[in-house]
């Protein structure tokens, strides 16, 4: 038996994956249109969309709470689940870019000279991460500059996760050793 308009709910709460598919097809322009409007402010495609598979996953793992009974009550219910999980999404990521302010009030706090140091700091971990080979150099900073996640970079580059995450660790400790070497202050992140 195949999802349809008629009988998609009962499948969705008996946990029949076409109907989550169905459910998909159906409803993923509206669930883009509110997430997306809710997180445009933020100007992050990627939470958006790690946003509507969250929304998605809720309605998989909470669709035997649904108490309606139509397509109309339904659809109300995902729009909500929708508004209410980007909502949450828009919260955290503006508590964690408040958190970061906050990080970097503190650090301006410091002394010319200190500011100084902390930029030649930065300066030998370029330099650092240039020796790296051209793969682990581009992990690095996919991971650490441009804050992607282990599963991004690893589709990106065409890795699995746990070579990604291998790299990382292999690459952390050739850092750690190059700088002790070079009698760099502080420790490799």
Not at 71 to 83: L, V
Not at 122 to 141: G, Q, S, T
Request: proline share 2%; with cysteine; net charge positive.
């Amino acid at each position: 038996m195949k999802s349809n308009e008629r009988n998609f709910i009962m499948r969705l709460q008996a946990r029949k994956e076409d109907a989550l598919e169905y459910t998909v097809d159906q409803y993923l322009p509206l669930v883009k249109g509110i997430t997306l409007k809710v997180l445009s402010p933020l100007e992050n495609g990627g939470m958006a969309e790690e946003c509507i598979n969250d929304i998605f996953l809720s309605v998989w793992h909470n669709s035997k709470k649904f108490q309606g009974d139509s397509a109309a009550d339904f659809k109300r219910w995902i729009c909500a689940i929708a508004k209410y999980k980007a909502i949450d999404y828009y919260r955290k990521a503006i508590k964690k870019m408040e958190h970061s302010a906050e990080l970097l009030d503190a650090n301006t706090g410091n002394s010319a000279e200190d500011e100084l140091l902390l930029m030649e700091d930065r300066a030998e971990l370029m330099r650092l991460i240039n020796l790296l080979d051209p793969v682990d150099r581009n992990i690095f900073i996919m991971k650490f500059f441009l804050g992607l996640k282990t599963e991004e970079i690893a589709l990106k580059l065409g890795l699995t996760n746990s070579s990604v995450d291998n790299r990382l660790y292999r690459g952390k400790k050739k850092l750690q050793k190059k700088a002790l070497n070079l009698n760099i202050r502080g420790s490799i992140v």
